[in-house]
């Protein structure tokens, strides 16, 4: 059963993130998602579902093969799949039409970016990488590296990798090693990086990597790296010349996105690989930024993708698998079974709460780039933005482990088989805890920087803006009683917990340490409330909409079963640091 | 780095087990415990550290293969350590001495169980399938099968599989259709049966199958089922034609557990395979329960040795990975970050709660089978295993998915490495919630049949005495504080919602589908503190053990960043039926 967009809930989803990032209200944008909405999603749902689902499979037991000659051979179909993507402007939709882009809003590109993942989570990475390089060329490159790179990153005729991780620097980019020295207008870079995603394959005949290294007498540390663009063809050159002095030396097995080749590359082992300057010297950390901030929504949205692939296809089959009987004794099929409709309630909820938020923090983006919104609006989206995107990178992603985890139990022995689907999207799942900052170092940054940054400023009105939402939930529906009565006690405890941690963080070693996960946790379960509550408030309105009913019933499970996780979110971060201060590392 | 037995947490887990279900009170086992313990763990430690975990990647790697013949050889490795193995004696552990046994303790072997799973889950299955057949034929066997079948299943020479499965017949084994039709003084079968584990290798010529089928005019449902033994080779017949008609047709790819031959059979395509009649005629579910209740305990032992591994890996791989800086701003190992460790300890005191829950239900199995014990004793230690088994099975697998995920999770981009063990415990880890019946059908038997079987006496008792445990803790030790107030009031909250939900029941359709898989939470990490109470306690008097100061910290941590999961587990099952019953199926 290929991928199928869900574009009832992917519409709802647009809608919501347009009102709650504030991109409804400019004219440009709003018009675009007015005109454009729906052919795009409609024609992306095709490509997903007819050119991408069918190659998952024979994506994940080919893997991606290294040649003798250093190429890197992909999947049977991958390239065929990559030229009719590029060929339809799948890689060009959110990009700025200066550099040969649509220039349709990123809300809009969101959801596309979500069906890539759903369908295909290995080659998914391959165009998203693209897209964050875009980006970190657009805002930090020289015009002439805009004008060399960008037109053929837009097209797609050229690809990107994002070379950051060494060997003994994974989390922790502050040991890179891999060195630049000045040559001419350009620069040498020598060094080894490590699993490095689309860093060789045959789908492009160039790609451009990004390059983080460090130049003769920088600081040491992360301030003293700078980030380079180093072409695998060299401009200009003709034939074997063109060569860039970078080769892949293995790929990695991995646990799942087999299909995606995670390469382990060298630099410049004949005199070093020819590099320029993305931005300011020293500078490239905030450029990569630029390139991660992407990528981590990235993540979330692929990752929401493949939660929604996990819904879909324990569905299908919980509607087709006969077993058992139901309440009333007949012989029945799985999903007459009230704690298999549970299971399937846990994804469906989970995964358009993720959805939701994640497309919101597409919106953010629009709305502080855009010329049309005011100064402050873009100010506002950018702090909204903040706390967004580590909640959607790793709430999104742990999502995406929990609800093919539930898949695979719902097909019970079947979901056991490896060439069943939902194994494979188990497997897939694992990575986006991991890479683009482990899901602890969002956390980190959300509670250190974008909660304690601003003395908590930003979280308390997002929490308001929460609050009211659940307040104008209507009083008469009783399904509704426990999200409008919940909600509202989560943002209050939220808004003490944060301001109480902040008090304590400067006399309690490992104290954030500590709870920087629950509290991501907490925010985000109380997060995904909020956006059920506008929903919910949808569906009121509109009775005869034929979504719903469905969203009330969701809305109301979402309250029951999904958001109590707060309360044991809560109790964890009231325990404080000791807890874990106390287990000092030789009691392990 | 080889699987190494925790032999300190082991002995505690053993002490506690022995405590809670009885056995220390009596006088012979409580000997054997005395005398043999030492001897025993060392050298299955021995056995699991040096003889197994080295071919659990190898066993990975090469799976089993099906040869044309019919024949299917395992991996490399496998059979001369099965040799190994049953010469040492281990499969023989436990087993009567009349048989052929060492007539030690259940809870002893329990130990020894968790060690084969943590070092080699898929090896682990092949001896824990005959400890299952044994208990089948000992209890309701004919003096002939027994004396036939039960001295080489005790000595390891035959090989057990349990063979219930059929296409059509997953977890609802009323739709069984293998019939089995008389010939003589035995039976003639003829069916398929599907992921059937270990019922073909190389490590034993013969083979003891248990299976289920019907015999002519049986009623319909599984009150019509009948257990026989199908030997894969024929008493007293030689050569070739002591072959029975049995014929595995395919072997099945797996996400995890590759080492483990998971078959598909043939029976009868020549005329029917010869068996003969377990028990009484239609009276093979109760056999099979025998069976399978012991093989659930298996499922949860197993399953605290995957876990403890993902512990163990996690650990030795956060002392060594040197990755960014402490609190202090020292560079750092991993183990010196907070998150880190309180992951660790989320898998440390996980495991050991869930290590104690097991064997104390091995335990109680000693008790309800021995001879020393009072009737009235027996009859308590059947009823708290009743209530015991399901949450055994269920929750030490999950904490077996959850715990290699977390490793996976630590260990970062190596985690997602294939050849990284941890990546292999988290495919391996799977299996658990779903086979032996899968986690919902034991959380419905909890509840269903244990709970509201005897109108919740049980249960109460046993929440009484974990309210006990928690109020004998020392008053004046503030970081045990959490846990003797938390404890006592989740016992309390328990006993009103099991109430609550036998007054609801009958009217409210769907509720104990809805709620009986938190409900099997909820009171697992509720008795889970129970253990770690009982530990907390024996830490308290003993302070200069060297142990007691893990035991406390690990206690608080537990009732700090686990027990509140308890909350979550209660809020929902408030709910009631409706959030899920509402969401009828063509919502979905």
């Known amino acids: 059963m290929p991928y199928e967009a869900p574009l009832p809930w992917m519409r709802l989803a647009l809608e919501q993130a347009a009102q709650a990032s504030g991109l409804a209200a400019l004219p440009g944008p709003a018009e675009a998602l007015q005109d454009y909405s729906q052919a795009v999603l409609e024609g992306a749902a095709r490509i997903a ?8 499979r024979t994506g994940d037991e080919f893997g991606a093969k290294l040649a003798a000659d250093g190429r890197v051979q992909t999947a049977p179909g991958f390239a065929s799949a990559y030229q009719r993507f590029c060929e339809d402007g799948w890689t060009a939709l959110a990009a700025p039409s200066e550099f040969g882009g649509q220039g349709l809003p990123l809300l809009l590109a969101a959801a596309t970016t979500e069906m890539w993942g759903g369908a295909n989570l290995a080659f998914a990475m391959c165009p998203e990488v693209a897209v964050g390089a875009i980006e970190a060329l657009r805002l930090h490159a020289s015009p002439a590296l805009r004008e060399r790179y960008l037109l053929p990153l837009v097209s797609g005729e050229s690809a990107a990798s994002m070379a950051l991780t060494e060997p003994q620097a994974g989390s922790d980019l502050s040991t890179v090693t891999t ?10 870079l020598t060094g080894r990086k490590i699993f490095i995603s689309w860093a060789e394959h045959d789908l492009t005949a160039n790609i451009v990597h990004l390059v983080l290294a460090r130049t003769p007498g920088a600081p040491a540390g992360s301030r003293g790296l700078s980030l380079f663009v180093v072409p695998k063809l060299l401009p200009g050159a003709r034939g074997e010349s063109a060569r860039n002095d970078i080769r892949v030396i293995s790929l990695e097995h991995k646990l799942g996105i087999r299909a995606s080749p995670t390469c382990a590359l ?5 005199g070093g690989a020819r590099g320029w300057l993305v931005g300011e010297l020293h500078a490239g950390l905030a450029c990569m930024f630029t390139m991660m901030n992407h990528m981590r929504l990235g993540v979330g949205l692929h990752s929401c993708g493949v939660a929604e692939r996990s819904r879909q296809l324990a569905l299908s089959y919980a509607r087709e698998r006969r077993q058992g009987r139901d309440a009333s004794g007949v012989p029945a099929t799985l999903i007459a079974h009230a704690d298999v409709r549970r299971m399937l309630l846990t994804i469906a909820t989970l995964t358009q709460a993720a959805r939701t938020l994640a497309y919101t923090a597409a919106g953010l983006i629009d709305v502080a780039q855009s010329e049309q919104a005011s100064a402050d609006a873009r100010t506002q989206a950018t702090l909204r933005l903040g706390l967004l995107t580590p909640i959607v990178k790793a709430w999104c992603s742990d999502i995406a482990v929990e ?3 539930l898949a695979v139990q719902i097909y019970g022995g079947m979901g056991y ?24 170092i969002q956390a980190q940054d959300l509670l250190n920087r974008k909660v304690f940054g601003d003395g908590g400023a930003a979280l308390g009105d997002w929490l308001e803006q929460m609050r009211q939402a659940a307040a104008v939930l209507p009083a008469d529906e009783p399904a509704l009683r426990p999200l409008r009565e919940q909600l509202p006690l989560e943002c209050a405890a939220l808004t003490t917990a944060a301001s109480h941690l902040m008090q304590l963080r400067a006399s309690e070693r490992d104290l954030t340490g500590s709870v920087a996960y629950p509290f991501l946790q907490w925010l985000a379960v109380t997060a995904g409330a909020w956006q059920w509550a506008l929903s919910a408030h949808t569906a009121v309105a509109r009775p005869k909409d034929p979504l719903s009913r469905a969203i009330l019933a969701d809305a109301a499970f979402y309250a029951a079963h999904i958001l109590p996780r707060a309360r044991a979110s809560a109790a964890i971060i009231a325990a404080g640091a000791s807890p874990v201060a106390n287990a000092s590392s030789e009691l392990f």
Not at 49 to 56: A, F, I, K, M, Y
Not at 180 to 188: L, S
Not at 266 to 270: A, D, I
């Open 417 to 440: 088989m490896a060439e069943c689907e939902v194994s494979q999207l188990y497997r897939d799942a694992r990575i986006g805890p991991i890479f683009e900052g482990t899901n602890y």
């Open 403 to 405: 609800a093919s985890s």
């Open 49 to 56: 579902g007819e050119l991408l689902s069918p190659l998952n």
């Open 179 to 188: 060195s630049a020295v000045p040559d001419g207008d350009a620069w040498r």
């Open 266 to 270: 060298t630099l410049g082992e004949h």
